[in-house]
């Protein structure tokens, strides 16, 4: 039981880094040069794809998509988390549902905690 409180917290905190992180990197916002570049380095069409140095697909998970964050966000917040912690048990095969359950639980997190905190 207490290891699933602590998966629903480690989610939740992890939702609310993601959602923060979307704030910040909207334009006109603290990071919005984030958003910005993204914007206007990535090829929405095909008429001047020399123009642009990253295919669009790449820009959701990195600065449009607050369900697509889990993907790349999450990953990095689920690997900063285990390197840190006290209990450095790397079942491998454990590790990787946990991983997959909690990329899951993330994009579904991100989506409600957007739609109820910040598109009220």
């Known amino acids: ?27 006109g916002m603290v990071f919005g040069f984030w958003e910005k570049f993204w914007e206007q380095f990535t090829q929405i069409s095909d008429e001047y794809p020399a123009n642009f140095l990253f295919p669009e697909w790449s820009r959701k998970p990195i600065s449009s998509c607050i369900i697509c964050y889990a993907s790349i966000y999450g990953i990095i917040i689920f690997i900063v988390t285990m390197a840190f912690s006290r209990e450095l048990n790397f079942d491998g095969f454990k590790t990787v549902l946990i991983w997959i359950a909690y990329t899951l639980s993330l994009a579904f997190s991100n989506n409600f905690l957007h739609n109820k905190l910040i598109q009220k």
Not at 2 to 14: C, Q, Y
Not at 18 to 26: D, L, M, P, Q, V
């Open 1 to 27: 039981m207490k290891e699933m409180i602590e998966f629903i917290l480690f989610v939740f905190i992890s939702s609310l880094v993601c959602n923060g992180w979307y704030i910040a990197t909207r334009i």
